[in-house]
């Protein structure tokens, strides 16, 4: 699979470890989502351009490197990307924050669009898609396709955890848009959640069902 990053890291893999486990509780996997969500958005943003300025630490004047070029901007698919937003926007805190809000039709299992807010400036940013779990692929193409038709057009999709049928389908509609993931799991299952997977992600982040 091309334009796939796997972090393997033995910390990402401990702590999806950890949210896997069905007795892991609602604070403990909000708590683990936030740190793995951070951990994920640090190595999506590997590559954003740095420049150099002038700076004078207590010893000497220096040249060192800040962010530079392209803003940034977290769009989170409602409701379990919220919490990924929340982390990774601790570290890039000038980074803007939009909206897509979506559901899931429970009989044909086709997202449907219901809320799309975005910074008026997207097309200019460099933009990171955020949700958990990319399962059928259909909200992360859809949330593509609502930020391409309003300009955006350096976008990357971070997740926890993907299936391998939601990879195809995603980078089948969006060759260009690179995915980022702790781990690519078995399959889906007749019900469309991902296996071995976690459960329903946004359900164990709120403490619903």
């Known amino acids: 699979m091309q334009n796939i990053h796997v972090i393997s890291h033995p910390l990402v893999q401990h702590k999806l ?113 955020l949700d958990p779990m990319l399962a059928t692929g259909g909200s992360a193409i859809l949330a593509i396709d609502a930020l391409k038709a309003r300009g955006a057009s350096n976008i990357k999709f971070v997740c926890i955890l993907a299936a391998p049928e939601g990879i195809a389908k995603v980078q089948a509609a969006h060759p260009d848009v690179a995915i980022y993931t702790a781990s690519i799991d078995e399959k889906l299952n007749d019900h469309q959640y991902i296996v071995p997977g976690l459960g329903d992600a946004g359900d164990r982040i709120f403490g619903t069902k």
């Open 17 to 129: 470890t950890i949210m896997r486990d069905k007795e892991t509780g609602t604070k403990a996997f909000r708590e683990l989502t936030h740190e793995l969500s951070q951990l994920l958005g640090y190595e999506a943003m590997r590559n954003i351009r740095t420049e150099l300025i002038d700076i004078e630490t207590p010893v000497a004047k220096t040249k060192s490197p800040v962010l530079a070029g392209r803003k940034l901007a977290l769009i989170p698919i409602l409701r379990a990307g919220l919490a990924m937003a929340d982390a990774i926007a601790d570290f890039v805190p000038n980074a803007k924050i939009g909206h897509i809000g979506m559901y899931r039709d429970p009989e044909t299992h086709l997202p449907i669009e219901y809320y799309c807010k975005l910074p008026s400036d997207i097309e200019v940013r460099d933009v990171f898609v």
